[in-house]
């Protein structure tokens, strides 16, 4: 079982590595790094936090898109182009194939995120600035919280189009890190149906505010593991949840 | 006494019913009731038009898409079944592998996918490749071969697991008569391995040199099913007559059931079958005409095929439709 798992998953990773998406996004962030380079020189008092917001800032998005991109057409690129018909007539479960397409996925971007991370801190060194914990925490939990998206985008693309998928995962994103305002607007409202559903849709939506940890980055803030721990737990559980739901979707798809 | 042995393919009362619509109120019947029933080694075809549930049967059978209702087993499992899949080969309709791998990437990756490994998947690729006829370019990314190239590499990932059973979807649409000739003798070259072939298709030809048995489908239900020899020869005998001195008109009019009158210039083709030829004879004769030629008719696979048709009363393109 673990073979054809692993041969799915790193094909999930040359797809995307033979994909000049991958090349072109390479290239824009390591334009964007070394923009920030010049934005720097504008600042003087701010030097170290305005290098590690937009080196982060910009990585997060680059990734943030791509994740989004790969996620919500992956499946559906898939059926609609019938490859399908010759991976899911081998003796493989339909939960294996999503699984290592999803764990392919999350190869891909972490070795994009380790890539650009090292171009960060290459960066940071260059310009003799202090390398802190709170940036490798912003960008470990960038991982976390790219896994939840990816896993969004999975589970609408085991029925949906790629872009209903893409819209509804961009949506989350946002939602997602406005999660705690929704909180707070309905715990104010008058109207008990109101409350239960603003909280209702908060624990819905994914908490994508709790993997952020830009902002104690750049005030080099740390944060101890054991705040860490439960919020990349709660990013595993979420991911589990939405893959889950995505295999029993995919599990009973007819593919015509 | 010998226990039976497990058939290859077998389905029981298989129907499929798609949904179609905004509100899911139209419905295709595209298969309804087929029974058959595949012994291990045999050549099977399915025949018939477009739309009559060929392929849906075997997207049933590769677990593509799920029966309505009905009973399908491959080599005794279920389709959703991992195991029923573990000894089939499989080639859909314009097969499409991932056009960012090269030939040979693609059919490791299939070979990696039926449990296949090191060097026993190394030789094996090697074989295949050479067995296609695509060792020289299987170093080329898929997105850069011909339709009749992806092909070959369809049937190359098909048959790398030494499968038991392989089911073939339009295995020689798409290729020049050359690539035809070549994927035919493959099958045949399977079927002296001891494999069950499954195919489906509309060409005839194909259908006569290579399958033991066929069932021809129309309209989502089975119309005929035998071997090639039974379907022919229980065919009601046919004889085609020559008639000069009469015209169509004339020959129709000598009040005799005709399958076909047909107007050749000053000659009048008719095909009628064997137990009314004598009276038909001294009718034309009586009628001061003259019998050119009398030959038995040679019954093909094709006049099952459009008399299966012809019976459905055609419409047959997707299946049934009902609101």
């Known amino acids: ?256 | 006494m010998s226990a039976p042995e497990t058939l290859a393919i077998e389905t029981r009362d298989l129907s499929k019913t798609y949904r179609l619509g905004f509100w899911m109120n139209k419905r295709v019947l595209a298969l309804q009731g087929l029974t058959l029933a595949i012994q291990p080694g045999q050549v099977y075809g399915l025949l018939g038009p477009n739309g009559a549930g060929k392929s849906t049967t075997i997207k049933i059978l590769m677990n593509l898409v799920q029966a309505t209702s009905g009973l399908a087993r491959i080599f005794g499992h279920e389709p959703t079944a991992k195991e029923a899949r573990r000894n089939v080969g499989f080639l859909p309709e314009n097969p499409a592998p991932y056009e960012y791998l090269t030939g040979e990437e693609f059919v490791r990756l299939a070979g990696q996918l039926v449990g296949m490994s090191g060097h026993e998947l190394d030789q094996r690729v090697k074989e295949v490749l050479g067995a296609v006829g695509m060792s020289r370019t299987a170093g080329l990314q898929i997105r850069r071969y011909s339709k009749g190239m992806v092909q070959r590499i369809g049937l190359a990932q098909a048959i790398v697991g030494r499968p038991k059973l392989l089911i073939l979807d339009e295995p020689t649409s798409g290729l020049d008569p050359v690539g035809r000739r070549e994927i035919r003798d493959l099958i045949l070259q399977e079927r002296e391995r001891g494999t069950t072939v499954l195919f489906c298709t509309h060409i005839i030809p194909d259908v006569e040199a290579l399958c033991n048995r066929v069932a021809v489908l129309v309209n989502g239900k089975l119309a005929r099913e035998g071997s090639v020899q039974e379907l022919l020869t229980t065919q009601v005998p046919v004889v085609e007559l020559i008639i000069e001195g009469l015209g169509p008109d004339a020959v129709r009019g000598l009040g005799h059931p005709l399958e076909q009158v047909q107007d050749l210039t000053n000659r009048v083709l008719v095909r009628a079958s064997d137990v009314h030829v004598q009276p038909l004879l001294k009718s034309v004769l009586g009628a001061g005409g003259r019998v050119a030629q009398l030959q038995p008719a040679r019954f093909s696979l094709e006049d099952l095929f459009l008399q299966a048709m012809s019976e459905a009363k055609h419409g047959t393109v997707g299946g049934e439709i009902t609101s």
Not at chain 1, 15 to 42: D, K, P
């Open chain 1, 1 to 256: 079982m673990m073979r054809p798992f692993l041969a799915l998953m790193l094909n999930g990773f040359r797809e995307a590595r033979r994909n000049r998406v991958t090349v072109v996004v390479g290239a824009f962030a390591f334009g964007l790094l070394v923009a920030s380079s010049l934005l720097t020189n504008l600042s003087v008092s701010t030097f170290d936090r305005v290098l590690t917001d937009v080196g982060i800032g910009v990585m997060s998005i680059v990734l943030v898109l791509l994740a989004v991109f790969l996620s919500s057409g992956m499946l559906s690129r898939e059926i609609e182009r019938k490859t399908l018909f010759l991976i899911v007539s081998k003796p493989i479960s339909r939960a294996l194939f999503l699984t290592a397409r999803f764990a392919g996925n999350m190869l891909t971007l972490g070795a994009l995120l380790l890539a650009m991370g090292v171009l960060f801190f290459g960066q940071i060194a260059l310009y003799g600035t202090l390398i802190t914990q709170a940036q490798f925490v912003a960008i470990g939990m960038l991982f976390f919280e790219l896994m939840v998206l990816s896993s969004i985008g999975f589970a609408m693309s085991s029925f949906s189009s790629q872009m209903v998928s893409a819209t509804v995962t961009i949506g989350a994103y946002f939602a997602g890190h406005l999660g705690g305002d929704i909180y707070e607007l309905s715990s104010k409202a008058e109207s008990p149906l109101l409350q239960w559903v603003g909280k209702a849709t908060y624990y819905a939506l994914p908490n994508l505010s709790r993997l952020n940890y830009r902002v104690q980055a750049t005030y080099e803030i740390p944060t101890p593991v054991a705040e860490l721990a439960p919020s990349m737990l709660y990013a595993v559980a979420y991911s589990a949840v939405m893959i889950i739901i995505a295999v029993i979707l995919f599990s009973r798809r007819d593919f015509k």
